[in-house]
């Protein structure tokens, strides 16, 4: 019985090794649409003298959500992070390549990281309400950036913000309490709020449902559907079962590289590059 166990993990191990040596060409599937909301070209990443992503292309269209999977430290975060220029803060990362945002380079040297970050928000893995009230949590974005001018119209933003966030009937009475005085699945739709409160054209998460129990989930994941009749939406998930049921497309990240894009249905049941297979199936990962 040993023997077999032995003999199975060798094997796997040695398909795994030849399918990462397999993988020397192009993205397969598609990478690219007609109606392109941000375009990623030759994208290449580097901490220090360590490079994370290999020569990524990729387009997420208008009003579309794409899914991002593979392995623990496949590029996939560190992809995402690049796209609001939130790797900006690390000292020793480089990146070359393009990142064009409705035509324009979001990394040209006179591009304003504040304004882009209103354009492009981001959802994190764990919730991170201010310690602030509710109200406040999701007025903060809209007073900075000077998009209300009297009361009346930073309380239609603050409902309008919760409404599309599904949670103005669970908070409306209690606007003035701590944020952070929620449950999980109530905090991570309050960042939601906030994040859509200034009117972003783009909204990325990141793992954002990995924290929360699974009705929680399922209220995120319905919420991303109708976000995504207004916002384009890029998420990263562990989860290839949530993949499956947000996202239109779903791309595929091993050791830094892009594997495979697709429309999600293909990708879970008829992959096109044997990588994609071998995760999708279990055989590593």
Avoid at 6 to 13: P, S
Avoid at 218 to 237: C, G, P, Q, R
Wanted: net charge negative; charged share 25%.
């Amino acid at each position: 019985m040993k023997e077999t166990q032995t003999e199975n993990l060798t094997e796997r191990a040695e398909q795994k090794d030849h399918l990462q040596q397999e993988h020397t060409g192009e993205t397969v599937g598609t990478s690219f649409c007609n109606d392109a909301k941000m375009s990623m070209r030759n994208v290449n990443v580097y901490y220090g003298d360590k490079q994370a992503i290999h020569n990524v292309s990729l387009d997420i269209g208008r009003n579309e959500v794409v899914a991002m999977i593979g392995p623990s430290g496949c590029g996939k975060s560190t992809f995402l992070r690049c796209m609001n220029r939130m790797n900006d803060t690390i000292e020793s990362c480089r990146i070359d390549g393009e990142f064009i945002l409705d035509g324009a380079d979001i990394y040209h040297a006179k591009q304003d990281v504040v304004p882009l970050r209103a354009k492009v928000g981001m959802v994190f893995q764990k919730p991170n309400p201010f310690p602030k009230s509710i109200y406040d949590n999701v007025a903060y974005g809209p007073r900075v950036h000077g998009l209300a001018d009297r009361r009346s119209d930073l309380d239609e933003i603050v409902e309008v913000s919760l409404r599309r966030a599904g949670l103005w009937e669970e908070v409306k009475d209690r606007l003035n309490s701590p944020g952070t005085g929620l449950s999980g699945g109530q905090q991570q739709r309050l960042c939601i709020a906030r994040t859509i409160a200034v009117s972003p054209e783009v909204i990325l998460m990141d793992e954002p449902c990995s924290a929360l129990d699974p009705i929680a989930t399922a209220k995120i994941e319905e919420l991303i559907a109708e976000l995504s009749e207004n916002f384009t939406i890029a998420i990263v998930t562990h989860s290839m079962q949530q993949a499956a049921r947000v996202s239109d497309r779903t791309a595929y990240f091993h050791m830094g590289k892009l594997i495979e894009v697709n429309d999600t249905k293909r990708v879970f049941t008829n992959p096109e590059h044997d990588l994609t297979e071998a995760y999708i199936t279990g055989r590593f990962g």
